[in-house]
Protein backbone atom coordinates (compact mmCIF):
# COMPACT_ATOMS: atom_id res chain seq x y z
CA UNK A 1 0.00 0.00 0.00
CA UNK A 2 3.14 2.59 1.28
CA UNK A 3 3.94 2.23 -2.79
CA UNK A 4 1.04 2.79 -4.33
CA UNK A 5 0.60 5.91 -1.91
CA UNK A 6 3.35 6.97 -3.23
CA UNK A 7 2.91 6.42 -6.83
CA UNK A 8 -0.44 8.37 -6.20
CA UNK A 9 1.22 11.54 -4.44
CA UNK A 10 3.72 11.78 -7.27
CA UNK A 11 1.26 11.82 -9.94
CA UNK A 12 -0.83 14.57 -8.55
CA UNK A 13 2.81 16.07 -8.11
CA UNK A 14 3.23 15.64 -12.04
CA UNK A 15 -0.45 16.66 -12.63
CA UNK A 16 0.30 19.69 -10.80
CA UNK A 17 2.95 20.41 -12.50
CA UNK A 18 1.20 20.14 -16.32
CA UNK A 19 -1.22 22.14 -14.91
CA UNK A 20 1.20 25.23 -13.76
CA UNK A 21 2.39 25.37 -16.97
CA UNK A 22 -1.19 25.66 -18.69
CA UNK A 23 -1.88 28.30 -15.98
CA UNK A 24 1.60 30.06 -16.79
CA UNK A 25 0.40 29.74 -20.68
CA UNK A 26 -2.90 31.37 -20.08
CA UNK A 27 -1.51 34.06 -18.18
CA UNK A 28 0.92 34.93 -21.19
CA UNK A 29 -1.86 34.83 -23.61
CA UNK A 30 -1.92 37.94 -25.83
CA UNK A 31 -5.27 39.93 -26.90
CA UNK A 32 -8.50 36.94 -27.89
CA UNK A 33 -11.17 37.76 -29.87
CA UNK A 34 -13.93 35.02 -28.96
CA UNK A 35 -14.71 34.52 -33.31
CA UNK A 36 -14.07 32.00 -35.69
CA UNK A 37 -11.91 33.40 -38.87
CA UNK A 38 -12.25 32.16 -42.15
CA UNK A 39 -12.49 32.88 -46.03
CA UNK A 40 -15.55 32.71 -48.09
CA UNK A 41 -16.30 33.47 -51.80
CA UNK A 42 -19.23 36.06 -51.21
CA UNK A 43 -21.86 37.39 -54.70
CA UNK A 44 -21.78 40.79 -54.40
CA UNK A 45 -25.43 41.59 -55.80
CA UNK A 46 -24.36 43.82 -58.53
CA UNK A 47 -26.42 42.92 -61.94
CA UNK A 48 -23.61 43.16 -64.05
CA UNK A 49 -21.03 41.71 -61.92
CA UNK A 50 -18.74 38.55 -62.83
CA UNK A 51 -20.38 37.13 -59.59
CA UNK A 52 -23.80 37.43 -61.42
CA UNK A 53 -22.96 34.66 -63.58
CA UNK A 54 -21.49 32.46 -61.31
CA UNK A 55 -17.90 33.33 -60.55
CA UNK A 56 -17.77 34.43 -57.22
CA UNK A 57 -15.66 36.84 -55.33
CA UNK A 58 -12.78 36.03 -52.94
CA UNK A 59 -11.63 34.20 -51.04
CA UNK A 60 -12.41 37.23 -48.54
CA UNK A 61 -11.38 37.05 -45.23
CA UNK A 62 -13.99 36.77 -42.77
CA UNK A 63 -15.16 36.47 -38.95
CA UNK A 64 -18.19 35.23 -37.24
CA UNK A 65 -18.59 36.31 -33.30
CA UNK A 66 -21.74 34.61 -31.59
CA UNK A 67 -24.75 32.37 -32.85
CA UNK A 68 -28.03 32.64 -33.38
CA UNK A 69 -29.83 36.02 -33.36
CA UNK A 70 -27.10 37.83 -31.09
CA UNK A 71 -24.30 36.65 -33.78
CA UNK A 72 -22.27 38.62 -35.98
CA UNK A 73 -20.59 38.36 -39.32
CA UNK A 74 -18.34 40.53 -41.08
CA UNK A 75 -15.57 40.75 -43.42
CA UNK A 76 -12.22 41.70 -42.33
CA UNK A 77 -10.50 44.87 -44.23
CA UNK A 78 -6.89 43.32 -45.49
CA UNK A 79 -5.04 45.47 -43.08
CA UNK A 80 -7.04 43.79 -39.59
CA UNK A 81 -6.59 40.15 -40.97
CA UNK A 82 -3.10 39.27 -39.33
CA UNK A 83 -4.34 40.92 -36.03
CA UNK A 84 -7.72 39.14 -36.11
CA UNK A 85 -5.78 35.71 -37.60
CA UNK A 86 -3.54 35.69 -33.96
CA UNK A 87 -6.22 36.99 -31.57
CA UNK A 88 -8.98 34.38 -32.91
CA UNK A 89 -5.64 31.55 -32.62
CA UNK A 90 -5.05 33.05 -28.96
CA UNK A 91 -8.52 32.05 -28.33
CA UNK A 92 -8.09 28.81 -29.35
CA UNK A 93 -5.14 28.50 -27.52
CA UNK A 94 -6.79 29.73 -24.03
CA UNK A 95 -9.82 27.44 -24.65
CA UNK A 96 -7.79 24.54 -25.13
CA UNK A 97 -5.48 25.16 -21.92
CA UNK A 98 -8.36 25.96 -19.76
CA UNK A 99 -10.06 22.40 -21.19
CA UNK A 100 -7.10 20.81 -19.94
CA UNK A 101 -6.42 22.56 -16.74
CA UNK A 102 -10.08 21.27 -15.76
CA UNK A 103 -9.69 17.60 -17.06
CA UNK A 104 -6.22 17.65 -14.85
CA UNK A 105 -8.56 18.94 -11.79
CA UNK A 106 -10.59 16.11 -12.56
CA UNK A 107 -7.93 13.55 -12.60
CA UNK A 108 -6.30 15.19 -9.31
CA UNK A 109 -9.51 15.36 -7.54
CA UNK A 110 -9.93 11.35 -8.55
CA UNK A 111 -6.69 10.53 -6.79
CA UNK A 112 -6.82 12.34 -3.52
CA UNK A 113 -10.09 10.36 -2.95
CA UNK A 114 -8.09 7.30 -3.90
CA UNK A 115 -5.84 8.58 -1.52
CA UNK A 116 -8.52 8.82 1.44
CA UNK A 117 -9.51 5.65 0.31
CA UNK A 118 -6.34 4.16 1.09
CA UNK A 119 -6.09 5.65 3.79
CA UNK A 120 -9.40 5.19 5.64
CA UNK A 121 -8.90 2.54 8.23
CA UNK A 122 -12.02 0.21 8.53
CA UNK A 123 -13.42 0.02 12.23
CA UNK A 124 -13.37 -3.92 12.20
CA UNK A 125 -9.93 -4.00 11.66
CA UNK A 126 -8.70 -1.31 13.80
CA UNK A 127 -10.82 -2.80 16.69
CA UNK A 128 -9.23 -5.96 16.27
CA UNK A 129 -5.82 -4.56 16.17
CA UNK A 130 -6.10 -2.74 19.02
CA UNK A 131 -7.52 -5.32 21.25
CA UNK A 132 -4.37 -7.74 19.80
CA UNK A 133 -1.92 -4.92 21.51
CA UNK A 134 -4.01 -5.08 24.56
CA UNK A 135 -3.91 -8.38 25.31
CA UNK A 136 -0.54 -10.06 26.71
CA UNK A 137 1.82 -10.89 23.87
CA UNK A 138 0.06 -8.51 21.35
CA UNK A 139 2.00 -6.24 21.32
CA UNK A 140 6.13 -6.59 21.74
CA UNK A 141 8.26 -3.80 24.11
CA UNK A 142 10.94 -2.10 22.33
CA UNK A 143 14.34 -3.78 22.76
CA UNK A 144 15.90 -0.52 24.11
CA UNK A 145 13.39 -0.50 27.03
CA UNK A 146 14.14 -1.78 29.88
CA UNK A 147 11.68 -4.39 31.58
CA UNK A 148 10.20 -2.82 34.67
CA UNK A 149 11.71 -4.07 38.16
Same mark, same amino acid.
Given at each position: @? +? +? !? ?12 ? *????? %???? @? ?12 ? /???? =? ?18 ? *? =?????? @? ?10 ? *? ?8 ? /?????? !? ?11 ? #????? @?? !?? +????? #? ?16 ? %???? !?
Amino acid at each position: @M +D +D !ELSRTRQKISQLGE *VRKAL %ETKI @MKTGNILKASYYER /FIVC =GKPNCKCARGEKHGPVPWVT *V =GKGKGG @MSTSVPAENVAK *VKEMTQNYKD /FRKAQK !EIREINTEIDKLI #LKISQ @MK !ES +DIDEA #LKRQKAESQPGGKQKKSD %ESPE !E
